[in-house]
């Protein structure tokens, strides 16, 4: 932690209604790249996480009362904070998540693009004026901020999860509480010293750490005061939150689990593949929500696909996160590791074929090494499951309808990725793949002006783009009549 030049960034407690909060119980944060540990931090439970939802409520009125260009504003401070402090924010993220260095500093800018995008959207939250049906009346429709927003947000993306949630909440007019992953909480609070530096006033923005993820999650779904809850997660947890958050009739929005097929047509530039894949699988260890997990090349090219795949692969550096040359980190725990491994197994006991890698690396017993394998067949675990890790699971198909078959036999919808360079096949394949996302020549997807989710069993609702502020907000319609 000495690492950090600006030592206010580091945090050891909840923030609730603009100040720092202790408890006399505390968890370890460790890093997962030699499990040491970096610092302990207070653990909420359910009594802070109802004092932060009091005070957002508290704090709602004044809140969304105030112009949307002050709203904007003070945005803008937050995103020029994170900007100035990029570096720190993203040596603290890669202690005690893990990804390279480089992959943090990606993280700490792709979120505060989020605050940036948002803060320019506070000030276009038009409404309509609709044709009356008598000469009287005019019918005026509003959009007014839903009110208190909690969220709880994942390890994977330790920043950029809260940074795009919050940012479209608060400009909105709406106040937030949210509850980050007990492996990373350094970043979600190192935000929330930013926030309030930038002037958000208390109770605005709110930050809840503890490792009683049931009684904190408990109160940020069932309490009266919470008018939408966001979750990023497992479809699991996420089916279970959403029961408890019906309970209410309270607004939800969903982004969870996913199975990315990752289709290679024999008239796609391989080599770019090669380098889409490669992005999109290996990035931040394969533990992403977006992350390739099913890789489908049409049977002419998958000998040449594969063969550049290899010797790609081959060159990726494993190390710790801090390193230079680092590409692929640890995996957060060993919990992810023996996940890994045993999907693999279970692949090869039923007639997979590894070509590289295979175990865990040398750089530390959390570290799995990029590992190649091919003959997957559709019903194997590995490629019914989110692998989240550093493997490719190759598999073949002959047709342009099996190949989108494939890539649709799973229940749920996140992101799907397809190369080639026939046009017509583009718009007929994005067409009928049955997915909110759809990179084609792409591996990386996700920006703020994009909307960014899944159907199916993946979730509902946008994240970012301009309709971003949609689930933040209620319709009002006004009918004035006696004109």
């Known amino acids: 932690m000495q690492q950090i030049a600006y030592p206010a960034l580091i945090?050891?407690?909840?923030?609730?209604?603009?100040?720092?909060?202790?408890?006399?119980?505390?968890?370890?944060?460790?890093?997962?790249?030699?499990?040491?540990?970096?610092?302990?931090?207070?653990?909420?439970?359910?009594?802070?996480?109802?004092?932060?939802?009091?005070?957002?409520?508290?704090?709602?009125?004044?809140?969304?009362?105030?112009?949307?260009?002050?709203?904007?504003d003070l945005l803008q401070r937050w995103y020029q904070l994170v900007i100035?402090?990029?570096?720190?924010?993203?040596?603290?993220?890669?202690?005690?998540?893990?990804?390279?260095?480089?992959?943090?500093?990606?993280?700490?800018?792709?979120?505060?693009?989020?605050?940036?995008?948002?803060?320019?959207?506070?000030?276009?939250?038009y409404g309509d004026t609709i044709p009356a049906p008598s000469a009287d009346k005019r019918v005026i429709v509003q959009r007014q901020p839903v009110g208190v927003v909690t969220a709880i947000t994942p390890w994977n993306f330790p920043n950029a999860m809260i940074a795009r949630k919050a940012a479209a909440a608060l400009a909105a007019g709406c106040t937030f509480v949210v509850k980050p992953a007990h492996q990373t909480p350094l970043s979600a609070l190192a935000l929330a010293e930013l926030a309030h530096q930038a002037g958000i006033p208390s109770g605005v923005f709110n930050v809840v750490v503890g490792t009683d993820a049931k009684a904190i999650g408990d109160v940020l779904t069932r309490h009266p005061k919470v008018a939408k809850f966001s979750f990023t997660g497992s479809t699991a947890v996420g089916k279970q939150l959403i029961k408890q958050c019906a309970e209410g009739v309270k607004r939800v929005t969903m982004e969870l689990g996913g199975n990315a097929p990752f289709i290679v047509f024999d008239d796609a530039?391989?080599?770019?593949?090669?380098?889409?894949?490669?992005?999109?699988?290996?990035?931040?260890?394969g533990q992403t929500c977006v992350c390739a997990n099913r890789i489908l090349v049409q049977r002419r090219v998958a000998q040449a696909?594969?063969?550049?795949?290899?010797?790609?692969?081959?060159?990726?550096?494993?190390?710790?996160?801090?390193?230079?040359?680092?590409?692929?980190?640890?995996?957060?725990?060993?919990n992810a590791v023996e996940k890994v491994a045993q999907l693999q197994q279970q692949a090869l006991s039923s007639g997979a074929t590894l070509l590289l890698g295979g175990k865990t690396d040398e750089a530390g017993s959390q570290f799995y090494q990029p590992t190649l394998l091919t003959d997957i067949r559709p019903d194997m675990e590995i490629a019914r499951q989110e692998i989240f890790g550093p493997v490719v699971a190759l598999q073949t198909f002959d047709s342009e309808q099996q190949a989108i078959a494939l890539a649709n036999d799973t229940e749920y919808g996140l992101a799907a990725y397809?190369?080639?360079?026939?046009?017509?096949?583009?718009?007929?394949?994005?067409?009928?793949?049955?997915?909110?996302?759809?990179?084609?020549?792409?591996?990386?997807?996700?920006?703020?002006?994009?909307?960014?989710?899944?159907?199916?069993?993946?979730?509902y609702g946008r994240e970012g783009s301009h309709y971003g502020l949609d689930d933040y907000t209620d319709l009002k319609y006004l009918c004035l009549g006696g004109l």
């Open 418 to 459: 397809f190369y080639s360079r026939d046009i017509g096949r583009g718009f007929r394949v994005a067409q009928a793949l049955q997915f909110g996302m759809v990179g084609i020549n792409d591996g990386i997807i996700s920006n703020a002006a994009a909307p960014f989710g899944g159907v199916k069993q993946s979730g």
């Open 305 to 334: 696909f594969t063969d550049k795949l290899a010797i790609a692969i081959t060159q990726l550096k494993v190390g710790d996160g801090l390193t230079g040359n680092s590409q692929i980190g640890p995996l957060i725990d060993s």
């Open 84 to 125: 100035q402090h990029q570096g720190d924010l993203a040596r603290l993220l890669t202690l005690e998540q893990g990804k390279p260095l480089t992959e943090a500093k990606g993280e700490i800018a792709y979120g505060a693009s989020y605050i940036q995008w948002f803060a320019e959207e506070a000030k276009r939250l």
């Open 11 to 72: 945090r050891q407690g909840s923030f609730i209604n603009g100040a720092w909060q202790h408890t006399e119980t505390t968890f370890n944060v460790v890093n997962p790249a030699n499990q040491k540990l970096l610092i302990r931090v207070a653990a909420a439970g359910a009594a802070e996480a109802e004092e932060a939802v009091l005070a957002a409520a508290s704090a709602f009125s004044g809140w969304a009362a105030r112009p949307a260009a002050e709203r904007a």
């Open 269 to 285: 530039d391989l080599d770019a593949a090669v380098q889409g894949l490669l992005a999109s699988k290996f990035r931040n260890a």
